[in-house]
């Protein structure tokens, strides 16, 4: 296997190229997704989520089993399907709930959290403090998948081709009240859906429409949905989240349409990347999280190339500007 240089040798290798006017900066420090990304396990002790749901961490986290009763975790190679334990058991009662009501056979389960939360070598911003999940847009099916066909199995975009509307050859009813389900959950701050699929949960929701203020539209989130809870109650370390309002916000879609969706003209600046998280840049609790031994005196496991390397430039995918709040 060839050796791959660790981000913390090419920090040291342009550093000594700069000459000896160089300062060393908090960005000399290796991004935090390569160090977080590299541990296998939990941290023992209590579980604290901490920080922000896009910049923290989370300290004795639970995972979530490969499979249940009323589940799959799909991907199980990425090792995200760590969680503060109240995640898992919202999780739980979800699938639970859905297939006891003929909703839903049974949630594929998407990313939730690294062994230590923290940011990720790819696909997402939050997911750091073990109180986000994604749920696959896709039932489970029967027969149940093996661990091998979780790798390789299929996103399925519910959106017709080209368009930014729901295909109603795979919609039903089914999906809109497993989105409500999961909304009803009272640990539930918001979820985030597709503009399209949002405007069709406005469209068949009737006149029971509370659920509809914590769906939240979002870039993206056509082939999954997000959850995201809120900070545990009496949790100190845990930053919350403005509050999601309580309209059904179903008159406020056009934007979505008709600026935020559509293609950037071709003379416009692409938005600029931002700087990768560094631990200086993170709370402070979350480098003793890092460090801390492992759940069961296992170690946190090695960095393997795979996890060290950045992904190449052409996996960033651009997203259109202006970038509204979640
Ligand atoms: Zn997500």
């Known amino acids: 296997m ?3 240089p660790t981000p913390v040798a090419v920090t040291l290798v342009i550093a ?7 300062i060393p900066t908090a960005q000399a420090e290796p991004a935090a997704k390569f160090l977080f990304s590299q541990k296998k396990t939990p941290t023992a002790g209590p579980t604290r989520s901490i920080g922000f749901y896009s910049n923290g961490c989370l300290g004795g986290g639970a995972q979530l089993p490969a ?5 799959q975790a799909m ?3 990425r090792n995200r399907r760590f969680g503060n334990p109240v995640t ?14 003929g909703v839903w056979p049974g949630l594929l389960v998407g990313d939730i959290s690294q062994p230590r939360g923290g940011p990720m ?7 750091q403090i073990g109180l986000d999940f994604d749920v696959w847009l896709r039932p489970m099916p029967t027969p149940r998948l093996t661990a091998a066909q979780r790798e390789t199995y299929p996103f399925r975009s519910v959106l017709k081709k080209g368009t930014f509307s729901v295909d109603d050859r795979i919609w039903n009813d089914h999906y809109r009240d497993l989105i409500k389900i999961t909304a009803e959950q009272p640990e539930v701050q918001r979820i985030f859906v ?23 539209p979002y870039y993206g989130h056509y082939e999954h949905f997000h959850v995201r809870l809120f900070c545990p109650p009496g949790s100190t370390t845990c930053k919350p989240q403005k509050a999601a309002g309580s309209g059904d916000g179903c008159s406020k879609l056009d934007w979505w ?8 003209p071709p003379n416009a600046k692409p938005p600029k990347p931002k700087p990768p998280l560094t631990l200086a840049g993170m709370p402070a609790a979350c480098r003793a999280v890092l460090a801390a031994p492992a759940a069961g005196g296992a170690s946190g496991g090695a960095m393997t190339a795979a996890q060290t390397t950045p992904p190449p430039a052409g996996a960033l995918v651009a997203k259109p500007s202006p970038r509204p709040r979640r």
Do not use: M
């Not at 000594?16 to 160089?22: E, K, Q, T, V």
């Not at 058991?89 to 859905?98: C, F, K, L, P």
């Not at 070598?121 to 997911?127: E, K, N, R, V």
């Open 2 to 4: 060839i050796r791959l």
């Open 16 to 22: 000594s190229a700069l000459g000896p006017f160089a």
């Open 257 to 264: 349409f008709n600026v935020a969706l559509q293609p950037s």
């Open 88 to 101: 898992i058991a919202v999780i739980e009662r979800i699938a639970g709930d859905a297939a006891k009501t």
């Open 121 to 127: 070598s790819s696909g997402h911003s939050s997911h």
């Open 75 to 77: 991907r199980l190679s």
């Open 194 to 216: 597709h503009p399209g699929i949002k405007k069709k949960l406005c469209e068949t929701a009737g006149r029971d429409r509370g659920w509809l203020a914590k769906v939240r």
């Open 67 to 71: 499979d249940g009763p009323h589940w």
